[in-house]
C-alpha cells in the first residue's frame, strides 16, 4: 500500500511552527462603482428632502410655539406655549373662512370638476375622430402653472374688457360684474378658473385607468345585455379603484394646498381667504407674525396628512 502523504503545515515567522488555517477572503456585494451610485440616487435625494421637507416642517412644529417676527434670534421670552393656537381658533377673525373656503374648493373639486374630467375620459377613450387633438386641448392648461391660469382668468374676468361679460352683454346693458372684486361670487369665480386646470389633470388619469381595463369584461357585459352606463358605473368604475383613490387623495390635496391663483388676484383677501393665503399674510408679507403663521401651517399640515394616510394605509393593507 502507498505511504499516505500529509502535506506540510504552513510555518509563519510570528510561531515557530505554529499551523495556521489561511483566512477567508471577504466579497462585498456593492462595488466602488455601485457605492458611489448609492450614494448619488439615494444619499443626495434623502438629504435634499432632509433639509427641504423635513427640516422646515419640523421647524414650523417649533416655532408655532413661539411668538418669533422673524427677526433676531429666538430667545426663551419668545415661547408661549399654546397661545398661537387657541388664538386662531378664538380670535382670528379669518381662520374659520378659510377653512370655510377651503372645504368649498374641496366639494366644487369632488363633485363638479372631477365628474367633467371623467366624462371627458370616457368619451375620448372611445377613440372618437381627432382624439389626440381633444387630448392636448384638455391637457394643456395642466402644462400651465396656476400663476398663468390666475393672470389669463384675470383677464377673462375683467369687468369692462374682460370676455365673459362682454359675451353676455352685460357691458352694454350698464349690468357690469366685477367677478374678482365682489366678496360674494369672487371665490366662485376662482374655483372655476381653478377647476379649469384640474379637468385636465383627471381626465389624463382616467383615461389611463380605462385602457388598463380588460376588454374581455366589457364583452361579457355586452354579452349579458348591459347598457354602457350599466356597464361603466358596475364593472369599469369598480375595476379602476386604485385610480380612483389616487383622484381622491390629489384633488384634497390640491384643495388644501390652493394659493398661487387666489394670491395673484387680491392676496387672499377679500373673499379669497385660504390657509395657504393666511399663512403667507401672517408670516412674510405684512405682519410678520412667524410664530402665528406658522400655527396655521402645521393645522393645514394635520388636515393634509389625513388623506395621505388613508391612501397609505389602503396601498399597505393592498400590498399584504
Known sequence: MANRITPAPTRYPGGAGASVAPRRRRFSLLTSRDKVLLVLMVGLPLTLDLLLIWGPTLASIFLSFTNWNGVGAITAGNWVGLKNYTTMFTGYLFFWPALKHNVLWLAFFTLVSTPIGMFFAVLLDREMRGTRFYQ???????????????????????????????????????RIVDWLGDPNINLWAIV????????????????????????????????????????????????????????????????????DIAYIVNRGKNGLELLSTLITNNSISEANLVGFGSAIAVVLLVISLVPIVLYLSRVMRTVQ
Open 192 to 259: 372655476v378658473a381653478a377647476s379649469w386646470r384640474h379637468v385636465g389633470y383627471i381626465m389624463v388619469l382616467y383615461l389611463a385607468g380605462l385602457k388598463s381595463v380588460d376588454l374581455a369584461l366589457r364583452e361579457a357585459a355586452k354579452v349579458d345585455g348591459a347598457s354602457e352606463a350599466q356597464t361603466f358605473f358596475r364593472i369599469v368604475l369598480p375595476v379602476m379603484a386604485p385610480i380612483n383613490v389616487i383622484i381622491v387623495v390629489i384633488t384634497a390635496i390640491e384643495s388644501l394646498r390652493a394659493f
Open 136 to 174: 392636448g386641448v384638455f391637457f394643456m392648461p395642466v402644462v400651465l402653472s396656476l400663476v398663468v391660469v390666475g393672470f389669463i382668468w384675470e383677464l377673462q374676468y375683467a369687468p369692462n374688457d374682460g370676455f365673459i361679460n362682454n359675451f353676455f352683454g352685460l357691458v352694454q346693458n350698464h
